[in-house]
């Protein structure tokens, strides 16, 4: 009897609680989570943009290691994998469109991070429009809330959450019910949420991937709007760029409907794409100025000192220098200093050297690269090619190459792929 007595309170427990509720039945992220929470549906465009139809046998000539490291057609490759849409555009045409799984290009999921890169856009029209005065703004400026808050608030800019320097502690992780990231994701109200929370270090001292920063920016969006963000998004980005898809921005719920802007965005590929078409472009789409110039110039500018390069809720695209053997870690410094100069100088646009200890490698590195002296020391290069991409947590990639005016886009439920890889050797050949 104690045994039901215990489990019939933990199903009222369950019932009570929206967190524990959607945490639990839905478990952790997935693509199709545009239909577990309340949204603001995008109106059908009447006016659609449609890219180009290209022609390239490239994709018909040129083979790509799969995940085995063994090469295989590019198509073939994405078939084995959890891969649902993959489009490849330069100069406005599409070389590569094609669909796994039973999706089609009229398909839109749940782009999850993605969202947050796309929130940065948003900030950048913001500005322009003088809703938002300047990055240096605090926060408390337009979130009044959290005046009555931790003292930290106050310190905290626009520009901090941008870059990912808040300082708020924050646990980044869907499938614990506990976490901070699930109560964020799976509850209502997320400003309520966002003002119980504290600081574990002082502002712009420390970079942390964190879904708060970008949630905090989507609510100063909308308080200095007065209006929704989605809404926003729709009037400012979604009409003007002629989304040919029905597509919509998961909200926290029914009363507060507050953009989940972190992570909420619901698009299919090609319409995705057009937001590539716009950051290649400076900010401008089929002759019109969407957003300024300066703001995507100070987006996609070269920044190394946060991890991954990341840059107003953008990724500086890196790659492992490897030499003609396929190796990337060496014992000397001056063997780095050497590839650097005669392989990645004249075609990238910085390279990092980085110094790695014996227990730092995992052991199957070790094992591969003959690295058996714990007092050893290795050196690696991080090259920035003048990449960009926008990523979601299963591997949803916007993906940039400004230079060539080449757009990748890949959605999928796996991240089961060095995508990163794949896309830069695409790019590379093209």
Known sequence: MKKYSQLLIMILLLSSCTVLTRSVRYYKADIDDYKVFPQ?????????????????????????????GVKEELKTILSKTSTRSFIVIRNDS???????????????????????????????????????????DRITKYVTELNDADPMFQKLTIQHLLDMRSGIEF????????????????????????????????????????????????IAIEKARGKSFAAYFEKKVWKPLG?????????????????????????????LAKIGKLYVYKGKFEGKQIVSEEWINETLSLNTSNG???????????INGKDSLGNMYFKDKREVVKLYQEKYSKVCLKGVMNKWQYSDMKRIYRE????DNPNEERF???????????????????????KKKIIIVRLGDDNDLEYGDLMFRISEVL
Not at 308 to 318: S, V
């Open 368 to 371: 591969k690269y003959g690295w």
């Open 40 to 68: 603001h549906q995008f109106v059908e465009n009447k006016n659609k943009f449609t890219f180009n139809e290209g022609t390239n046998s490239t994709f018909d000539t040129i083979e790509f290691k799969n995940k085995e």
């Open 380 to 402: 690696s290069l991080r090259v920035y090619p003048g990449n960009y991409s926008a990523v979601g947590i299963m591997k949803q990639i916007l993906y940039i190459n400004p």
């Open 171 to 218: 646990n980044e992780q869907y499938s614990n019910p506990f976490s901070a990231m699930a109560c964020l994701y799976y509850g209502t109200n997320q400003l309520a949420k966002i003002k119980r929370m504290h600081f574990e270090c002082e502002p712009g001292t420390k970079h942390e991937y964190q879904s708060v920063s970008t949630a905090l920016l989507g």
């Open 243 to 271: 989304m040919e898809n029905k597509g919509s921005w998961s909200m926290d719920d029914k009363r507060h409907r507050s953009s989940k802007t972190y992570g909420g965005l619901n698009i299919s590929a090609i319409d």
């Open 308 to 318: 991954g390069g990341y840059k107003n809720q953008w990724y500086n695209e890196w």
């Open 94 to 136: 599409v070389l590569f469109e094609e669909y796994f799984k039973g999706y089609t290009r009229q398909d839109f999921s749940t782009v999850f991070s993605v969202s947050k890169s796309i929130t940065s856009l948003m900030v950048g029209i913001a500005i322009d429009e003088g809703y938002i005065e300047s990055v240096n």
